[in-house]
């Protein structure tokens, strides 16, 4: 902007020693000024006249060359104009805007650099997820101020998820229910196989049941015979078990779950949101795991959903739990003065990143 200022009176200057090689020097000082108007005028087509401070540094030094009586006819500016000025002048003594920012403190650099570390290194998290990750790591944000950061860096937050329909009632009832559903994968040869996954509602605890390419009725209660014989005491706590029609889950299969005591909730037609919990889980399953990587076959299903529910149950958060795994009770706290040394360490083949303080 100097430079600018410095600029421009350097030509009106050289344009004024032109005019006073000239006689009359007072008519051409008018002219000069004159002339000037008019080129702010048509920088200004429409709209009150505006006069920014090469202009004013101008007409202050031409002022000189005319005489004060005529100052009313040459200069377009009046008493007002000049009153208003020093209001201005004195508005921008006393505004401290831009000495001090309003509100809460801002975010740490380091913790800035993180959460944004953590979305590029992790696309397909959100904002929340990744405010569950530093959490865990014993740093307290806001999933708003997480919203502000990425956005501010360029980085679109994933999109916030209507809640399910039997919110009150799973809420409720979450420690006292387990549901199940198929989740289907097609190979890299087209191969189609079948998961079947079990998902406990209050702790967010996932099962893994097993893999099969046919699934048959004998298959599964064979699977919840091995469910029931792992749970132990924990399926005795639980009064309800969700799954949708498939002919699969005969009454064999439910039985297994009656003689402990629970009741059978099954699902309308068409109707996954009555199963939501399990319907999202398997959403998850496709988004971080399955919809990244190309499945060999059986064995090679089997060994990433075994090394993912690993990490699912001891590491992910969840927002249900305040942002608390599944395995683990308390969330662990630590001094957040540094960071910087949170390490990250990859797991599922590379595909999943946990993140964890240096020793």
């Given at each position: 902007m ?11 200057l050289f ?12 008519k ?14 048509r ?6 006249l ?9 007409l202050?030094a ?24 020093h ?5 921008r003594k006393?505004d401290?805007?831009?000495?001090r ?5 801002s975010t740490g650099?380091?913790?800035k ?7 590029r290194e ?5 904002h929340r ?6 959490a865990?790591?014993?740093h307290?944000i806001?999933?708003?101020?997480v919203?502000?950061i ?5 980085i679109e ?27 289907v994968?097609?190979t890299?040869?087209l191969k189609?196989l ?5 998902i ?7 099962h893994l ?5 046919r ?6 209660v ?5 469910l ?15 799954h949708?029609?498939?002919?699969v889950?005969?009454?064999a299969f ?5 003689s ?8 309308l ?10 319907e999202r889980?398997i959403?998850t399953?496709?988004r971080e795991l399955?919809d990244?990587?190309l499945?060999?076959?059986n064995?090679?299903?089997d ?9 699912y149950n ?11 795994p ?8 630590w ?9 990250r360490?990859?797991v599922?083949t590379?595909l ?8």
């Amino acid at each position: 902007m100097l430079l600018s200022i410095v600029y421009r009176l350097v030509r009106c200057l050289f344009g004024l020693l032109a005019v006073l090689a000239r006689s009359d020097l007072s008519k051409d000082a008018e002219l000069l000024v004159l002339r000037h108007e008019n080129q702010v005028l048509r920088r200004q087509l429409t709209g009150r006249l505006r006069w920014d401070h090469v202009d004013r540094l101008w007409l202050a030094a031409l002022s000189r060359l005319v005489s004060r009586r005529r100052w009313s006819e040459v200069f377009p500016v009046t008493p007002a104009t000049i009153l208003r000025w020093h209001r201005d002048l004195i508005a921008r003594k006393w505004d401290y805007a831009s000495r001090r920012r309003p509100g809460r403190p801002s975010t740490g650099t380091s913790v800035k650099t993180l959460i944004i570390r953590m979305a590029r290194e992790n696309p397909a998290w959100g904002h929340r997820r990744i405010q569950g990750e530093l959490a865990r790591l014993g740093h307290a944000i806001a999933a708003s101020t997480v919203w502000e950061i990425l956005h501010a860096a360029g980085i679109e937050p994933a999109p916030r998820r209507a809640g399910p329909t039997w919110r009150e009632f799973l809420t409720a009832q979450a420690h006292a229910i387990i549901a199940c559903d198929f989740l289907v994968v097609e190979t890299v040869l087209l191969k189609r196989l079948h998961v079947l996954v079990f998902i406990e509602h209050g702790t967010r605890r996932l099962h893994l049941a097993g893999v099969t390419a046919r699934p048959t009725a004998a298959w599964a209660v064979q699977q919840a015979r091995n469910l029931a014989m792992d749970l132990d005491d924990r399926l005795g706590t639980m009064r309800f078990l969700i799954h949708d029609r498939d002919p699969v889950f005969t009454t064999a299969f439910g039985e297994v779950f009656k003689s402990e005591g629970l009741r059978i909730v099954t699902t309308l037609p068409r109707t996954p949101r009555m199963n939501a919990t399990c319907e999202r889980v398997i959403g998850t399953l496709r988004r971080e795991l399955l919809d990244r990587t190309l499945i060999l076959g059986n064995r090679h299903l089997d060994l990433m959903l075994r090394e993912y529910v690993t990490h699912y149950n001891g590491h992910r958060p969840h927002q249900s739990r305040q942002q608390r795994p599944p395995d683990i009770e308390t969330q662990p706290s630590w001094d957040v003065a540094d960071l910087r040394s949170v390490r990250r360490r990859p797991v599922v083949t590379g595909l999943i990143n946990e993140y964890h303080r240096a020793a």
